[in-house]
């Protein structure tokens, strides 16, 4: 099974692609899709639509695992990333209803074991868990195959993570 996880952003949008076999999980690619904040925001999102559709072209994703946006202080920066999160859901939702999306905590929780950790070490443990030799750059790829290993390893409750 593929996994694509995408980490939501206007400027930059992570994404990282996982192969899943039985208990096996290795990285196929990753990185991020970027725009430009002198462009107009229509644009912009015409740019990560068309960039997460040669995504699905190139990888052929099974399943599609957002993390879920959270907001607790800037407003303006919540709605360009809601935006955008848009953008990249219509262009997934047009090629497969297997969207999942969770939690900065669920994805925290099933990475470390605990909803508390920070970035460090969420991506220290993707690292071991994927075994890569280094740490996963920029942070929103190594953000997104975060989200695609929490994917996998929700395998068996993935219905509850459905988007609908």
């Given at each position: 099974?593929?996994?694509?996880?995408?980490?939501?952003?206007?400027?930059?949008?992570?994404?990282?692609?996982?192969?899943?076999?039985?208990?096996?999980?290795?990285?196929?690619?990753?990185?991020?899709?970027?725009?430009?904040?002198?462009?107009?925001?229509?644009?912009?999102?015409?740019?990560?639509?068309?960039?997460?559709?040669?995504?699905?072209?190139?990888?052929?994703?099974?399943?599609?695992?957002?993390?879920?946006?959270?907001?607790?202080?800037?407003?303006t920066t919540g709605i360009n990333v809601s935006q955008a999160r848009?953008?990249?859901?219509?262009?997934?939702?047009?090629?497969?209803?297997?969207?999942?999306?969770?939690?900065?905590?669920?994805?925290?929780?099933?990475?470390?074991?605990?909803?508390?950790?920070?970035?460090?070490?969420?991506?220290?443990?993707?690292?071991?868990?994927?075994?890569?030799?280094?740490?996963?750059?920029?942070?929103?790829?190594?953000?997104?195959?975060?989200?695609?290993?929490?994917?996998?390893?929700?395998?068996k409750m993935k219905k509850l993570f459905k988007i609908q």
């Open positions: 099974m593929v996994i694509l996880g995408i980490d939501p952003g206007l400027a930059t949008m992570g994404y990282g692609v996982i192969e899943v076999e039985g208990e096996k999980r290795r990285v196929i690619q990753f990185g991020t899709l970027t725009t430009k904040a002198a462009e107009p925001t229509p644009q912009r999102l015409r740019s990560i639509f068309l960039g997460v559709n040669q995504l699905m072209d190139i990888y052929q994703p099974d399943d599609v695992a957002f993390e879920e946006l959270f907001f607790s202080k800037n407003v848009g953008a990249a859901l219509v262009a997934v939702a047009t090629r497969t209803e297997n969207l999942y999306e969770y939690t900065p905590m669920q994805i925290k929780q099933a990475i470390t074991g605990w909803g508390g950790a920070d970035k460090h070490q969420i991506q220290m443990m993707v690292k071991a868990l994927l075994n890569m030799r280094e740490i996963a750059r920029p942070d929103d790829a190594a953000d997104a195959l975060a989200v695609a290993l929490t994917h996998a390893n929700s395998m």
